[in-house]
């Protein structure tokens, strides 16, 4: 009788094929996390939902923050309070992010992630401008050497950039 790897990873234990079902690390796209939390969220109606904490994963909440996509955010460092540096590796840094919901329906429908690791979606300021005309209400998440911006800053400031995600 066969059984898939995850059958097997889960009789005979994760580290024997290499299974490693949880989420220890941040060896995954961060941005993806974000956005499929997110989603989740809103599917689900959770006003609050607890995210890791990375630079990455800060810089796109932010931008979700100023464009309206979420109400707010806030950062909270859990651990202990002692300066020794063997401490500091103990302490966990998590992000809590309150959803936009009006009288219980979400004010934006979903947030699609468009770039993924293996495949970059980069674009020049003229398709830019195009992209501008056709997408209506949306708003186009870029990676730019200024930052993750939204397409709108990214044409007041004359630059392109990676497609991160769209957000409708």
């Known amino acids: 009788m066969e059984t898939s790897l995850t059958g097997k ?6 580290n024997e094929y290499g299974f490693d079902p949880r989420v220890s690390s941040m060896r995954y796209n961060s941005y993806a996390y974000v956005v499929n939390h997110l989603n989740l969220a ?3 109606k959770k006003l609050r939902i607890k995210l890791k904490y990375t630079r990455k ?9 100023t464009i309206g996509y979420i109400s707010n955010y806030i950062v909270i460092t859990e651990g202990s309070n002692s300066s020794n540096i ?7 840094t998590w992000m809590y ?3 936009v919901f009006y009288k219980q329906t979400p004010f934006f429908k ?3 992630l468009v770039s993924t690791p293996s495949k970059k979606h ?5 398709a830019l401008k195009v992209i501008n005309l056709s997408i209506k209400s949306s708003v186009v998440i870029l990676s730019t050497p200024y930052g993750i911006i939204d397409h ?4 007041r400031i004359g630059t392109g950039g990676t497609i991160l995600c769209i957000a409708s």
Request: no cysteine; proline share 0%; glycine share 2%.
């Open 57 to 65: 994963t800060h810089q796109l909440v932010k931008t979700l923050f």
């Open 122 to 126: 980069t674009t020049t300021l003229k």
């Open 42 to 44: 809103i599917s689900r």
């Open 86 to 92: 063997t401490d500091n590796f103990n302490k966990k």
């Open 97 to 99: 992010i309150n959803t």
């Open 152 to 155: 709108r800053e990214a044409l």
């Open 9 to 14: 990873a889960l009789d005979f234990g994760s």
């Open 110 to 112: 979903s947030l699609r």
